[in-house]
């Protein structure tokens, strides 16, 4: 890219060749297009640092040409999560190696500007969604064992994780990557596409516990009789689960703490799922089998709620978590009630994290059969857009009934 214009930038748009050697246009639009190009176009990034919650805007340094087996990729949309904001809240993220900030963001939607010589299967103009986890390059013998497990399932020292673990992520403008750590998106989902890494990490845990429930229960057990879905939290990845769950045309039950006229328990609504709020319902626990709960996916890593709900799981349910908290909630916990109707009931508590290959292409599945039928459900599940700048507070706080923010580049 350097020195030369790259063939996938739009027309109008400047190389940065061209924005090094500042405008060579001498009439007063051109000069004020290459003043508003060169703005839209700084390496800015959003990044955590150490020992501080405030992210922080960083400037980078312009993006190199892509080598022969690497693409250049332009970012459309970047999602905010519940990950980034505990990375601020940490006050010690994991930094690339001899770097002194993490450059944040993991959901992204991009779209291909230049593709290296080897490069096949990406082409400039692809729309491209990104993996977040990436092995890490290592010989030992550990490693080697480790080469033939799924991404997803590798101990923390075997990967990275771009915005998150030791790798800088997508919210600068350009970013480089390897076409096999990307997805390609069909243009018609570009509105939706945004939203495939956080689908991807609810189609896991659904994959898994199905997978599991086959193994104990025989071929085809969830299809027979479909589980009875109970979805803690109202969050990103709590909406996430139901959509994936209602894909697979399951029933189920949201629990939350928002009011019942709120707009995200509406939307829970639309989504043609119940709002449960307050206590478990006492029918549920007089008669779990007849009344209770197949799969629980808690996302809200509160222990209070785990609790609270374990008992309303019926027998050979499984009670997957998708959230976590970092700090101690509370200086003691009870578990005994958990424990014993877990052993009772057979019970698993399915610990799931990231994604695999598998749920990434699943979520671009479901997204593009529920673009036609779903549209405006889906895109309600986008409360926030921001351009880059105005996005650092909504990166470190959740305003009242937020599900996604998405900065818009
Ligand atoms: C991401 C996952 C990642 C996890 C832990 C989540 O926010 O969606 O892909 O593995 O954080 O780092």
Same mark, same amino acid.
């Given at each position: 890219? &350097?020195?030369?214009?790259?063939s996938?930038?739009?027309?109008?748009?400047?190389?940065?060749?061209?924005?090094?050697?500042g405008?060579? #246009? =001498?009439?007063?639009?051109?000069?004020?297009?290459?003043?508003?190009?060169?703005?839209?176009?700084?390496?800015?990034?959003?990044?955590a640092?150490?020992?501080?919650?405030?992210?922080?805007?960083?400037d980078?340094p312009e993006?190199?040409?892509?080598?022969? /087996?690497?693409?250049?990729?332009?970012?459309?949309?970047l999602?905010?999560?519940?990950?980034? +904001? !505990?990375?601020?809240?940490? #006050?010690?993220?994991?930094?690339?190696?001899?770097?002194d900030?993490?450059?944040?963001?993991?959901?992204s939607?991009?779209?291909?500007? *230049?593709?290296?010589?080897?490069?096949?299967?990406l082409?400039?103009?692809?729309?491209?969604?990104?993996?977040?986890?990436?092995? +890490?390059?290592?010989?030992?013998?550990?490693?080697?064992?480790?080469?033939?497990?799924?991404?997803?399932?590798?101990?923390?020292?075997?990967?990275?994780?771009?915005?998150?673990?030791r790798? /800088?992520?997508?919210?600068?403008?350009?970013?480089?990557?390897?076409p096999?750590?990307?997805?390609?998106?069909?243009?018609?989902?570009?509105?939706?596409?945004?939203?495939? *890494?956080?689908?991807?990490?609810?189609?896991?845990?659904?994959?898994?516990?199905?997978?599991?429930q086959?193994?104990?229960?025989?071929?085809?057990a969830?299809?027979?009789h479909?589980?009875?879905?109970l979805?803690?939290?109202?969050?990103?990845?709590?909406?996430a689960?139901?959509?994936?769950?209602?894909?697979?045309r399951w029933?189920?039950w949201?629990?939350?703490?928002?009011?019942?006229?709120s707009? &995200?328990?509406e939307?829970?609504?639309?989504?043609?799922?119940?709002?449960?709020?307050?206590?478990?319902?006492?029918q549920?626990? #007089?008669?779990?089998?007849?009344?209770?709960?197949?799969?629980?996916?808690?996302c809200?890593?509160?222990?209070?709620v785990?609790?609270?709900?374990?008992?309303?799981?019926?027998?050979?349910?499984?009670?997957?978590w998708?959230g976590?908290?970092?700090?101690?909630?509370?200086?003691?916990?009870?578990i005994?009630?958990?424990?014993r109707?877990?052993?009772?009931?057979?019970?698993?508590?399915?610990g799931?994290?990231n994604?695999?290959?598998?749920?990434?292409?699943?979520?671009l *599945?479901?997204?593009?059969?529920?673009?036609? @039928? =779903?549209?405006?459900?889906?895109?309600?599940?986008? @409360? /926030?857009?921001?351009?880059l700048?105005?996005s650092?507070?909504?990166?470190?706080?959740?305003?009242?009934q @937020?599900?996604?923010?998405?900065v !818009?580049?």
């Open positions: 890219m &350097r020195g030369e214009r790259s996938g930038v739009a027309s109008g748009e400047l190389g940065f060749s061209q924005l090094a050697l405008s060579q #246009k =001498s009439n007063l639009i051109g000069f004020l297009t290459n003043l508003k190009e060169a703005k839209r176009l700084k390496m800015r990034a959003i990044a640092f150490p020992g501080t919650e405030q992210p922080r805007l960083v980078l993006p190199v040409s892509p080598e022969s /087996h690497q693409v250049l990729c332009r970012s459309l949309e999602g905010i999560c519940g990950t980034d +904001r !505990e990375i601020l809240a940490a #006050k010690s993220p994991l930094c690339p190696p001899g770097e900030f993490l450059v944040l963001g993991h959901e939607l991009a779209r291909v500007e *230049e593709a290296g010589s080897a490069v096949e299967e082409a400039p103009g692809d729309l491209v969604v990104p993996v977040v986890r990436r092995p +890490r390059p290592s010989r030992s013998p550990a490693a080697v064992r480790w080469r033939r497990r799924r991404v997803d399932l590798l101990p923390m020292q075997a990967y990275v994780e771009r915005g998150i673990v790798q /800088h992520g997508f919210s600068s403008p350009y970013w480089l990557d390897e096999r750590y990307l997805w390609k998106v069909p243009t018609e989902i570009a509105d939706l596409a945004v939203l495939t *890494e956080p689908l991807s990490v609810a189609a896991k845990a659904i994959n898994e516990a199905q997978l599991l086959e193994a104990r229960l025989g071929q085809g969830w299809q027979e479909p589980p009875r879905v979805i803690t939290g109202l969050g990103p990845i709590a909406f689960a139901l959509v994936m769950a209602r894909a697979c029933p189920v949201v629990w939350g703490r928002d009011e019942p006229d707009s &995200r328990a939307l829970v609504r639309d989504w043609g799922a119940q709002y449960l709020h307050g206590p478990v319902p006492q549920v626990l #007089k008669n779990v089998e007849e009344h209770g709960f197949d799969l629980m996916l808690d809200t890593g509160a222990e209070e785990v609790i609270r709900f374990a008992p309303a799981v019926a027998s050979c349910g499984v009670i997957a998708l976590s908290r970092q700090q101690l909630q509370g200086p003691e916990v009870v005994t009630e958990l424990i109707v877990g052993l009772v009931r057979n019970h698993i508590h399915l799931c994290v994604a695999a290959p598998r749920d990434f292409q699943e979520a *599945e479901v997204l593009q059969r529920l673009a036609s @039928t =779903s549209r405006p459900l889906l895109k309600r599940l986008i @409360t /926030h857009r921001v351009p700048e105005q650092l507070e909504l990166f470190h706080r959740r305003p009242p @937020t599900i996604k923010v998405v !818009e580049f």
